[in-house]
């Protein structure tokens, strides 16, 4: 086999940069909005707020804008670190692609999957998911023929969990004064099911757990097992991808180039390179940002797409976050799951190779919740709960024109914080040899779950890169790696404070970590920033985005 793995020490920057360098004397302020971090919630908010008449100033610490939906181009191979597949962009009239055609004024282009869009091999078994209502059910149908009625009181549960979220999503633009009040009314309008977990739901309906794994195999879309998950995010991602997946033409990082320029255009900027370090809270109100060289930039509204861990716990005064409260409901959070990355290059095309526009995902057997137990018990030995497998190059009908006769595949599989913690604050490319030691027997044992469902690759792959949590935390900062911002448990969907407005006058919170993870997900909690800014001169954005 001919691989060049890539030791850290040696790697060359990448090549793709979105956005421009922050130096203090490109500021054009005053500006009327700052949104810390350039992730896809905070794009969309500087994107709706420009198109408002508002001057938005968007600061990202990392060398390239996009927060996961950047991709990054290294030894003559391109990758993204996230948007591996979207739902709901085959048609103009939904909710997403109304969104997206909005902030990028219809300039993103997108491409279909095949219509087996993913694979799950449970063990032995092999499970299709065909794009459509109809091609779902069929899929479920023809590897479990006796659980039809199981099946088809499942699909109708989607139906009444997608209804349900337009309240759960409208309620969090209500005032914090009748959050018990808006509590209890959502008791009312959501079905029984939206915020148990996945596993009481479906344990209701069938028995049969290769049909539950089947049915569960995109938990990893949210990184968070059937028997710990809220219904509602297992449903909003099964909904999401009922036609199929769906890729951005030109890659990721067309996501936050397309975007840009809608900021530009209302007289904003989106900066890289732009570390911040602090909110500055005057009087109890945040009126500004402090950079890591010291200056100072100051705007009414400071909107933070950074999570709300780092935003509570890294950017804010100790005595601020105390006085709200923060300590208390901060027991009710926890980051979500870390993550291991191999990203490939290859000498061919995807055709020349036989690379699928499919998603494998591979699992030990169809329980996952003890998959992970397994793991989590013995993760030096134990099989990986799920590997992930995908093909960009495949996905992007216009790959071959920028990176000619090559190929790209990603691998993606869950880890946990404790096998990296010892080089925790070590710096990228230089975290030493026992680290790289460790990376290599991850990287080898990852590499032959690839080669059992693809063996024509084993001597095919020119070119291996492999990412840890620590990498997420360098480039990210995500300070345990993880994927998904907050976990999605229903605990967490109870919290009330997750909300756009905080309880500080003028800071504003966007991004997954207020609605749900995804691009998508995401990308909506953008746009609720925005209207909860906005207040009442939003309703016409929130009629032609939630109607159209």
């Known amino acids: 086999m001919v691989v060049k793995a890539a030791a850290s020490n040696a790697l060359k920057p990448s090549t793709l940069r979105i956005g421009t360098r922050y130096r203090a004397n490109r500021l054009n302020g005053p500006y009327d909005a700052i949104v ?92 299709n998911l065909r794009a459509g209502k109809e091609g779902l059910r069929h899929s479920l149908l023809a590897s479990f023929p006796d659980e039809g009625e199981a099946i088809d009181r499942y699909l109708a549960l989607l139906g009444k ?43 209701e309906l069938t028995d049969n757990e290769e049909l539950i794994g089947a049915i569960t195999g995109q938990w990893g879309d949210c990184g968070v097992t059937p028997k710990h998950s809220s219904f509602m995010v297992h449903a ?25 320029p809608v900021i530009q255009a209302g007289g904003g900027d989106v900066f890289t390179y732009a570390d911040v370090t602090d909110i500055l809270i005057e009087k109890g109100k945040a009126v500004g940002v402090r950079m890591a060289d010291g200056e100072e930039i100051r705007a009414a509204k400071v909107i933070s797409n950074a999570g709300v861990i780092n935003t509570f716990e890294r950017l804010l005064p100790k005595e601020v976050t105390d006085k709200i409260g923060y300590r208390q409901e901060r027991e009710h959070i926890r980051p979500s799951m870390p993550h291991i990355g191999l990203y490939l290059g290859l000498k061919g095309t995807p055709e020349q190779l036989g690379l699928p526009r499919t998603n494998f995902w591979v699992y030990p057997g169809a329980n996952h919740d003890s998959n992970v137990e397994n ?61 790289e030691a460790l990376k290599a027997r991850i990287t080898e044992q990852l590499m032959e779950v ?13 070119y291996v890169e492999t990412s840890t949590p620590l990498s997420t935390a360098w480039f990210c900062r995500y300070e345990q790696g993880e994927l998904y911002g907050l976990d999605h448990t229903p605990e ?32 909506i909690g953008g746009l609720v920033t925005t209207l909860a800014i906005q207040g009442l001169r939003g309703a016409g954005l929130a009629k032609r985005i939630f109607v159209g």
Request: aromatic share 12%.
């Open 236 to 260: 909003l991602i099964a909904k999401h991808y009922i036609y199929g997946g769906f890729y951005p033409v030109g890659g990721a990082s067309e996501i936050a180039k397309t975007i840009i």
């Open 36 to 127: 810390i971090g350039s992730g896809i919630g905070g794009l969309t908010t500087a994107a709706c707020l420009s198109k408002a008449g508002k001057k938005v100033l968007v600061l990202e610490q990392h060398y390239t804008a996009g927060g996961y939906t950047h991709s990054y181009a290294r030894n003559g191979y391109e990758w993204d670190v996230g948007v591996h597949y979207i739902g709901d962009m085959g048609a103009r009239r939904t909710l997403g692609r109304r969104l997206f055609d909005y902030i990028t004024d219809g300039q993103l282009e997108w491409a279909p999957m095949d219509e087996i869009y993913d694979r799950f091999y449970l063990g032995d078994k092999v499970v």
């Open 492 to 523: 967490r969907f109870e919290q009330r404070w997750l909300r756009p407005k905080t309880d500080i006058p003028g800071l504003y919170l966007t991004g997954q970590d207020i609605l749900t993870c995804g691009v998508v997900g995401a990308m």
């Open 450 to 462: 690839l080669y059992e469902k693809l063996p024509q690759l084993r001597d095919q792959v020119d």
């Open 161 to 203: 969990v997608a209804g349900g979220m337009q309240w759960y999503t409208l309620s969090k633009l209500s005032p914090a004064l009748v959050s018990p009040l808006i509590s209890r009314g959502l008791k009312t309008v959501l079905p029984d099911c939206f915020n148990r977990t996945t596993r009481e739901v479906l344990s």
């Open 375 to 435: 793991f989590l018990k013995d993760p030096h030995n134990a099989p990986f709960p799920v590997v992930y497998i995908s093909f960009p190059a495949a996905k992007d009908p216009d790959y071959q024109n920028r990176w000619p006769g090559t190929s790209t595949i990603e691998v993606v599989a869950p880890t946990t914080w404790e096998m990296f913690e010892p080089w925790q604050g070590t710096t990228w490319g230089k975290r030493g040899e026992d680290y």
